[in-house]
Nanobody, 128 residues
Framework: QVHLVESGGGLVQAGGSLRLSCAASGRTFSTYAMAWFRQAPGKEREFVAACNYAGVTTYYADSVRGRFTISRDNGQKMVYLQMDSLKPEDTAVYYC?????????????????????WGQGTQVTVSS
């Protein structure tokens, strides 16, 4: 069992930065791949970024590659999403999620239904 709690969202101007945090609990946290998804009003939840259990292998959506960075600290049971050069279209509720590490290396890593645990989400609003 893994429990996830996101924080760090807020209101920022276009071009600004935010760092989201995801605090995890549970003995098996370090065995899971972790990801960030986001969901804008009226849209489906979409994949943003993911990393493997060690934080070494990472994947990004094309829309955020080069601007966002995912990282994790297994000792502190934390996952981060550094978001730079933010755009109004990045506005959404951001969720962290955990999935079996093997899924990360398949095309299923972008599918929300593959993920086992979810946080409650944190709102990010980017003003133009």
């Amino acid at each position: 069992q893994v429990h996830l709690v996101e924080s760090g969202g807020g209101l920022v101007q276009a071009g600004g930065s935010l760092r989201l945090s995801c605090a995890a609990s549970g003995r098996t946290f370090s065995t899971y791949a972790m990801a960030w998804f986001r969901q804008a009003p009226g849209k489906e939840r979409e994949f943003v970024a993911a990393c493997n259990y060690a934080g070494v292998t990472t994947y990004y959506a094309d829309s955020v590659r080069g601007r966002f960075t995912i990282s994790r600290d297994n000792g502190q049971k934390m996952v981060y999403l550094q978001m730079d050069s933010l755009k109004p279209e990045d506005t959404a509720v951001y969720y962290c999620a955990a999935v079996n590490d093997k899924v990360l290396y398949t095309s299923s890593r972008g599918r929300p239904r593959e993920y086992d645990y979810w946080g409650q989400g944190t709102q990010v609003t980017v003003s133009s």
